[in-house]
């Protein structure tokens, strides 16, 4: 499995974009990179992934740069609700379960 | 709201008590996991169960154990308790085990275990 490197945290002004890099030098062709993020003691909550090609939904944009060892998490407009910690995951994309949650980074938007 | 529902929310017992912890999955969703999560450590995968069957483990301990019902409810059984079980303990459901966008885990909100 590819191990993901984050930084252990980041501070952010509201309104501004948050971009949480990640680091998976190690991945292989089929893991995707996923993005969860934890805020307090709840539930982590699933964001974005992707494989290969840029991804964006209603929450976040996920950049994988084109060797895949490396992608970022935008958060276009943060808020002070999306002061939580945040995981980059890889996960293969077929059979056994392999999710590994590292220690993530703890983004705190300021006001 | 993930969808995923676990009960207790909260949990005070003694240590050497067993306990049980129940989760119900998404609807649809036949896979299930556990986590715990001890005081500001990062998620430990415990085991994953897909329709009934015990697909995965993680770093399970040996006074630790899970199944899957028929109605794809999972209950994850806690025996023997030391202070040191003393977590979140999360549980995770899926569509399936096949990765991509149906490998996608959503959260239940936690039971939180105190061990006195």
Redesign the interface.
Known sequence: DAKTTQPPSMDCAEGRAANLPCNHSTISGNEYVYWYRQIHSQGPQYIIHGLKNNETNEMASLIITEDRKSSTLILPHATLRDTAVYYCIASLSSGTYKYIFGTGTRLKVLA | D?G?TQTPKHLITATGQRVTLRCSPRSGDL?V?W?QQSLDQ????LI?YYNGEE??KGNILERFSAQQFPDLHSELNLSSLELGDSA?Y?C?SSVS?????K????????T?LTVL
């Open positions: 993930s995923v896979s996991y986590y990062g998620l430990q995968f994953q697909r995965a979140l999360f995770a085990l096949a990765g991509g966008q490998d996608t885990q959503y959260f239940g909100p936690g939180r």
